[in-house]
């Protein structure tokens, strides 16, 4: 089943950090779309629970160097 979170990420500051955490976050098994919003520190995740629970998703973007959390 589809699920989307929201994460508040700190640390982004420029267009080469959406595309790291983008990255990062779209290499996990079960996302499926990943939309960065510099401006708001947000990011929107679609993904299969089952495959890449959230805590995946924030260590995903934590491994590349940002702060994550949910929102």
Known sequence: MDTRTILD???MSCG???HHVGEALE????VHQVEVDLARGKVAVRHD???APVAALIEAVTD???DAAAA
Do not use: F, I, N, P
């Open 49 to 51: 629970d089952g495959r």
């Open 27 to 30: 290499h996990l098994d079960g």
């Open 64 to 66: 590349a160097g940002y």
């Open 16 to 18: 080469s950090c959406v």
């Open 9 to 11: 990420v700190k640390g």
